[in-house]
């Protein structure tokens, strides 16, 4: 579903991502970590149209989207939920989820409206509400549910867990699980949280200073001496579940 190849990308003179290669088939969900400035953004960024690759092979349910600006991309089938979690706060949460899907039938907004408030019922009774006054986690919803009234097939996230409390992680990631299980949606997850992204994801990728470092399944990592010191602080088991 989302296919990225030998990606190169960077700003001005500076070169951060050298040949990056993923797959997220339809129903899966790939996890990248990585320390700060490894070129996680930088990746989310290039393949959402937002900046420009300076070569490699993006494509998105089979259409080659290299190079597009980030309306065709996201017309192609892609949301992207960037990391600074902003909504329109003087507008109400009902009016935020409503511009997400300014391209679609209004016959179907409704239903998608109805999809989104199901994955977080939080927001129903808050429809009427400014988004500003949200707190961070609902806030976080809203800017998914924004990603999600445009009907997309590719979802890439940068950061959603960032300053918020572990149930309200455990929320968010669950409804990305069921957006996975239940839509069938491709997830890209950039996360900084790798405990709560292995529990998550169907794979994990490492990255390290603008490249892939290693990838495998959560439990393949996790036994991994390397990552386990680096991201996991020793305290990953298998059976942990998001809850
Ligand atoms: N707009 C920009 N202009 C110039 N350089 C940038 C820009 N954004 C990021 N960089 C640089 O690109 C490199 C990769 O940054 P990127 O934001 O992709 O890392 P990251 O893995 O997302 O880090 P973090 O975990 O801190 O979010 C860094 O060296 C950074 O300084
Ligand atoms: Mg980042």
């Given amino acids: 579903m989302l296919h990225v190849e030998s990606l190169h990308a960077g700003y001005d003179n500076l070169r951060v991502l050298h040949g990056i290669d993923l797959d997220v ?3 899966d969900l790939l996890a990248v970590i990585g320390a700060n400035g490894a070129g996680k953004t930088t990746v989310l960024r290039a393949v959402s149209g937002l900046i420009r690759p300076s070569s490699g092979r993006v494509t998105v349910d089979g259409r080659a989207v290299t190079g597009l600006r980030a309306e065709k991309v ?8 960037p990391e600074n979690r902003l909504v329109f706060p003087s507008l109400t949460v009902a009016d935020n989820l409503a511009l997400g ?8 907004l409704t239903d998608d409206r109805d999809r989104v408030l199901d994955l977080f019922p939080r927001l129903r009774s808050r429809l009427a509400q400014p988004a500003g006054t949200l707190s961070g986690g609902e806030q976080q919803m809203v800017v998914i549910g924004r990603g ?6 590719v979802l890439v996230l ?3 867990s960032v300053g918020l409390a572990p149930r309200l992680v455990a929320e ?5 699980a069921r957006l ?3 839509a069938g949606l491709a997830i890209l997850l950039v996360e900084q949280n790798a405990r709560a992204a292995f529990r998550v994801a169907d794979r994990v990728a490492v990255m390290d200073r603008g490249r892939i470092a290693t990838k495998g399944t959560p439990a393949e990592l996790a036994g991994d001496d390397r990552v386990q010191r680096a991201y996991l602080g020793g305290g990953y088991s298998e ?5």
Avoid: C, N, Q, Y
């Fill in 148 to 153: 999600l009234m445009a009907g997309p097939k």
């Fill in 239 to 243: 059976s942990s579940t998001v809850d």
């Fill in 172 to 176: 968010i990631f669950a409804a990305l």
């Fill in 101 to 108: 899907g300014w391209t679609r039938r209004s016959s179907r």
């Fill in 74 to 81: 996201a017309a192609a089938g892609l949301a992207h939920v």
């Fill in 25 to 27: 088939p339809a129903g």
């Fill in 180 to 182: 996975r299980d239940e």
């Fill in 158 to 160: 940068d950061e959603p």
